[in-house]
């Protein structure tokens, strides 16, 4: 069935506002979320960067513990050695003898002092890194903090809006069937504009223009309408149709009725 007499465009108009009408009220429950499920991610990605550096962190404390472990043994055993030269220094019967081994001595001191240096460097090389990753697992637990708070908005949110989600998605269908039903064409140019246009407006109010006397404009593109076509969209009988924007124009005060009337 396609649409003829005026009555009916009539009521094909009042399908299209109401369509409309639901479809922004869709819209207005879906954008409750906002940016929140991007927020959530963007911290979750931030997680696993923190996570990530204190992974290498722990990674670089056990390997300089390991080396001042290792030079702490390599000492040990420095010690003995000295302890046995300077036995040795006790026996010697000849300068050349001991002159060797208590150049033996020196150079054994010297290599325990080198590495007490070095185990000095690395423990403080070591406390930086401890205090970095101090530092960081302070910021995990607030960012894991954040997540949560913001999971939890989310949560509530969701239960709020599912059920009017639902509500208007049913309404949505069985007034779509309707207008399929009465004029399958017209639904199909409906959904297609909606589809593409902007802020998903397929059917806008004209609106008076300021300082403009009488003239009238498309909501959707603000493009200025011709009075005879103004004229036309007042009889509330024809389908008329932006030349700008290709969005259906009608009557202000049509669609603010309309728009009321819908529970
Ligand atoms: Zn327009």
């Known amino acids: 069935m396609t649409t003829t007499d005026t009555t009916q465009i009539r009521e094909r108009l009042v399908e299209l506002i109401q369509l409309q009408v639901l479809y922004d009220r869709l819209n207005a429950v879906r954008s409750r979320q906002g940016d929140l499920p991007q927020q959530i991610d963007d911290l979750k990605d931030k997680i696993s960067t923190v996570q990530h550096t204190l992974s290498e962190l722990s990674e670089q404390i056990r390997q300089i513990e390991s080396e001042i472990r290792s030079l702490h043994v390599s000492n040990d055993s420095l010690r003995d050695h000295e302890q046995k030269l300077r036995k040795k220094l006790e026996a010697v019967r000849t300068n050349q003898e001991y002159f060797e081994i208590e150049t033996e001595i020196k150079e054994t001191r010297l290599t325990i002092e080198k590495n007490l240096q070095d185990i000095r460097r690395l423990q403080h090389r070591a406390d930086a890194l401890r205090q970095k990753h101090a530092e960081d697992e302070t910021h995990l637990n607030e960012l894991h903090e954040r997540v949560a708070e913001k999971e939890k ?111």
């Open 153 to 263: 908005r989310l949560e509530i949110i969701k239960l709020h809006t599912t059920e009017q989600e639902v509500y208007l998605l049913e309404k949505i269908e069985a007034l779509s069937q309707e207008l399929r039903k009465h004029d399958a064409r017209l639904f199909q140019l409906f959904e297609r504009r909606r589809r593409s246009l902007r802020g998903g407006k397929a059917a806008v109010p004209v609106i008076p223009i300021e300082r403009q006397e009488g003239r009238y404009a498309c909501s959707g593109c603000y493009t200025l309408l011709p009075r005879q076509l103004h004229l036309e969209i007042l009889q509330r009988n024809k389908i008329i149709i932006c030349e700008s924007c290709g969005r259906f124009l009608i009557d202000e005060e049509f669609y603010t009725e309309v728009a009321k009337s819908i529970p």
